[in-house]
């Protein structure tokens, strides 16, 4: 609102289930109306063969014919988790979503997922526990080896690299 503070919106989770009260926050809180689907494919091993999902959202200028169509083609589309598991891509799905009427693509992205994680952070997660408790890593005399939880990547560090980290250890 221009005095410093960031606008916060609250609203009860309504379902449990993410698509609903994602739409019920849009629709209460913002005022827009919003049809909000998602779904997840997991594979036989339990990890997620594929994810994906699709947000509308009424610009204010749209028409009753316009909502209607869109209510239509909502109304006959099949799950997210069936269009994914039959190939669909997301320009087929908004197709389908948004058939009958006259789309204007203004951008498309492809997301990636890139970690940013750094030996330069992980030493700085490492000084953040403390140097007593790194001097006693360092006393260990072993190599320490730091996972990042989101890309895999390992950074190991001797027992000299840690004593560096810890102004004062020694390492024995």
């Not at 913002?30 to 610009?59: F, H, R, W």
């Not at 589309?77 to 789309?103: F, N, R, Y």
């Not at 190599?143 to 990547?153: A, L, P, Q």
Request: with cysteine; net charge negative.
């Amino acid at each position: 609102y221009g005095n410093g503070e960031p606008y916060v919106g609250q609203v009860p989770i309504v379902s449990g289930k993410i698509a609903e009260d994602i739409a019920n926050y849009y629709a209460t809180s913002e005022q827009i109306p919003t049809v909000c689907a998602l779904g997840v494919l997991v594979d036989t091993d339990l990890s997620v063969k594929a994810a994906g999902g699709y947000l509308i959202q009424l610009l204010p200028f749209a028409d009753e014919k316009c909502i209607d169509i869109i209510e239509k083609n909502i109304s006959q589309i099949k799950p997210v988790s069936t269009l994914l598991s039959e190939g669909a891509t997301p320009q087929e799905i908004t197709d389908m979503l948004l058939a009958g009427l006259e789309p204007n693509e203004l951008d498309t992205a492809s997301p990636v997922y890139k970690c940013d994680c750094s030996r330069k952070r992980t030493e700085e997660i490492l000084i953040s526990i403390g140097r007593n408790e790194l001097e006693e890593i360092a006393a260990e005399g072993k190599n320490t080896e730091v996972s990042c939880h989101f890309c895999g990547k390992n950074y190991v560090f001797t027992a000299d690299d840690i004593s560096a980290l810890a102004p004062g250890a020694s390492v024995e």
